[in-house]
């Protein structure tokens, strides 16, 4: 992971997108999980967090119901994203970008401007070794409200991963 040269004296935030299909099921959920834990850390102020969508079909919508609805059963509120799709000129701002599966990942290396920028790209469950070797997270999409709560207690667990392999350093301010 990569880290922007501080501007003014001030280090810059650490930046991550999680991305997914329609950026309305699993990278609302990702972004949520990881803004709150980051909170709850005292954190929040040393990483900026946002989530898109590799394809266009729900850009300007909320988040899907049954996801709103599985974060607010965790202690969650997702009842202010709207959805936004992923562009390559989003990459130099970016220090992380998360896909939820295989194909996500292709898609936004094969957008990548450079290796930098494709290096940039990993897949959530690689954070928690136990859920790498599935790869990828289900989309619930077309499933019900008991597989949205399947698959947010997935992200959760490999978000909290993935948070305490950045905590150290955002906690050193190297940022």
Request: net charge neutral; charged share 25%; proline share 6%.
């Amino acid at each position: 992971m990569t880290r922007r040269e501080p501007v003014g004296g001030a280090a810059q935030p650490f930046r991550v997108s999680f991305v997914c299909t329609g950026n309305i099921c699993r990278s609302p959920m990702a972004e949520v999980v990881l803004r709150s834990l980051a909170e709850r850390a005292g954190l929040g102020d040393r990483i900026a967090i946002e989530s898109a969508a590799t394809g266009d079909w729900h850009v300007g919508e909320r988040a899907d119901v049954r996801t709103v609805d599985a974060l607010a059963r965790a202690g969650y509120d997702g009842s202010h994203h709207r959805a936004r799709q992923f562009e390559a000129v989003d990459f130099p701002a970016l220090d992380l970008i998360v896909a939820f599966d295989r194909g996500q990942a292709r898609i936004l290396r094969n957008q990548a401007p450079s290796e930098v920028d494709r290096a940039k790209v990993r897949l959530l469950l690689e954070f928690d070794p136990e859920l790498a070797l599935l790869h990828d997270v289900p989309d619930p999409y077309y499933s019900d409200p008991a597989t949205f709560d399947r698959v947010l207690g997935m992200i959760e667990r490999a978000t909290q991963a993935l948070f305490r392999q950045l905590a150290p350093a955002l906690r050193q301010g190297n940022r």
